[in-house]
């Protein structure tokens, strides 16, 4: 019985020590990889990890690794250092607040167009990346309340896209609302503290991404493209409600502490994928373009400079075929546009 134990402690000493090995050995190859590892919140359902560098992949290779660097505050910012917010220089920030399509994970940060604008920036002024996948207007007012007011920016420019609509119903389930109708907070749903342990593992980062990258070309083989868009549907809802209590709250407050909100809405993937066909449906940058008219809510309107750029370059380069997100030139249209609006932001305009 002796021998058996001393040989199951010398088996288990062995594969501790390898395991050891392995998880040193990769943190010295640089940053492991990582598909935007999100932990639960009981105030925005959901946030990134503080203080968190990995190395962004496709598991079908849509676009090439490059490394993410979430801040202090678990803000996408440069991993190079360069473009940091720093209290001490800059004097006047500015808020990008959104979901995916501004957390902007499918392309370095240099080329999104957060980085695009802090690239640009005047030397008193920084952009901060408030964008986390999957968020929606829901998450955005105790956002502001309890993170990005302490800031004080001079100006919020919040991205809506498509599903928005659908993810703040999803939310008020589990939202607690305030006298004045506006969420204090959205809880998330909680998990084992071991879990926070693992996504920073080196080694099960690899593994895991290594298992995506195979399960990913077994389903390429049976994938069946949407005739809509790709491989998503595209969906064109109203402005809900609750959508739009949570959008004009969120104004009022902005306003109510001297800064300024600008709305702008994700174009027509479906359009840039077929090449803006004439029996297009009405897309739902078009519906959030009327509803800040109506609202009088500022609006940049990004459906335009993306058609313009298709007359002259073809369809299918603004969005990624197989992924919902902006490419590098989609980001560098968003830029411009912000950039133009308010050239006063910027050392060069």
């Not at 993410?68 to 800059?90: I, N, S």
């Not at 999104?112 to 829901?138: E, K, R």
């Not at 897309?283 to 500022?298: G, K, L, T």
């Not at 380069?317 to 411009?336: C, M, Q, W, Y």
């Amino acid at each position: 019985m002796k021998a058996v134990l001393a040989k199951f402690l010398l088996l288990l000493a062995s594969v501790v020590i390898t395991l050891t090995v392995l998880e040193v050995g990769l943190r010295f190859l640089g940053p492991p990889p990582a598909s935007a590892p999100m932990i639960p919140d009981p105030v925005f359902d959901h946030v990134h990890m503080r203080d968190f560098t990995f190395k962004s992949y496709s598991p079908d290779d849509q676009f090439q690794p490059f490394t993410v660097y979430w801040d202090a505050e678990g803000l996408v910012a440069d991993p190079e250092k360069k473009h940091a917010g720093d209290a001490a220089r800059h004097s006047r920030t500015i808020a990008l607040v959104g979901d995916s399509f501004v957390e902007a994970g499918q392309v370095p940060y240099a080329a999104s167009f957060a980085g695009i604008l802090n690239q640009q920036a005047a030397p008193d002024t920084a952009f901060l990346n408030w964008g986390v996948s999957s968020y929606s207007p829901m998450i955005y007012v105790p956002l502001w309340r309890n993170r990005i007011l302490q800031t004080r920016p001079a100006h919020v420019f919040l991205m809506l896209y498509e599903n928005d609509v659908n993810d703040d119903a999803v939310y008020s389930a589990k939202a607690t609302f305030g006298e004045d109708g506006l969420p204090l907070s959205v809880l998330g749903t909680p998990e084992p503290s071991v879990l926070a342990w693992i996504r920073r593992s080196s080694l099960f980062r690899t593994l895991r991404s290594a298992f995506l990258k195979i399960q990913a070309g077994f389903e390429a083989k049976n994938r069946e493209r949407t005739a809509n868009a790709g491989n998503y549907a595209e969906v064109s809802p109203d402005i809900s409600s609750l959508t739009a209590r949570m959008i004009i709250g969120l104004k009022k407050e902005v306003e109510a502490n001297g800064s300024k909100l600008t709305l702008l809405a994700v174009p027509s993937r479906r359009s840039d994928i077929l090449g803006d066909p004439p029996d297009s449906p009405r897309p739902f940058v078009s519906r959030v373009a009327d509803w800040c008219a109506e609202n009088h809510i500022e609006y940049l309107d990004l459906e335009r400079p993306f058609f313009e750029f298709r007359q002259k370059k073809g369809p299918g380069k603004l969005f990624f075929s197989n992924d919902i997100h902006f490419t590098p030139e989609g980001h560098r249209i968003v830029a411009d546009v912000i950039a133009n609006k308010y050239p006063g932001y910027f050392s060069d305009r």
